[in-house]
């Protein structure tokens, strides 16, 4: 399980990331998590959306490049060292963690980290032997 994240390439100019959110918001695309890491020449923008098919199909029709991965969002306290177990989690058992970052999403006292997982289908049999809860959808 898990869910989809969009990576979409950018190149690093004014108004790009801009023209992204304007192509989302015409397509009724709700954003629910979003980071991006950059170098002088190009980023990379990931996304979490309520319509992953939706985004991907009007992001490419505007012309941007788009790639979709499988990801992990965690619903863990939102508490001083609440992330901390869970890395050591997946450290114990030898589970590379790519990337992480949080969502817009969560309850209150709740925090929702989406993980990039080296190996998805055994960080989420990590996640449910643990019983940390899982967000499914946006």
């Known amino acids: 399980m898990g869910i989809k994240q969009i990576s979409v390439f950018l190149e690093n100019t004014t108004g790009r990331l801009g023209e992204v959110t304007k192509t989302l918001a015409q397509g009724q695309i709700n954003i629910r998590a979003i980071s991006i890491a950059d170098t002088a020449d190009f980023g990379i923008l990931r996304l979490i959306v309520n319509d992953y098919e939706g985004a991907v199909k009007a992001l490419n029709s505007a012309g941007f490049t788009t790639r979709l991965s499988d ?68």
């Open 71 to 138: 990801v992990a969002a965690v619903e863990i306290d939102d508490s001083p060292g609440s992330l901390a177990k869970v890395m050591e989690l997946f450290q114990n058992i030898r589970v590379n963690i790519e990337y992480l970052y949080a969502s817009l999403e969560g309850k209150a006292g709740k925090a929702v980290v989406i993980f990039k997982l080296e190996d998805h289908r055994r960080g989420l049999e990590v996640i449910k032997q643990n019983g940390l809860s899982m967000v499914e959808t946006f």
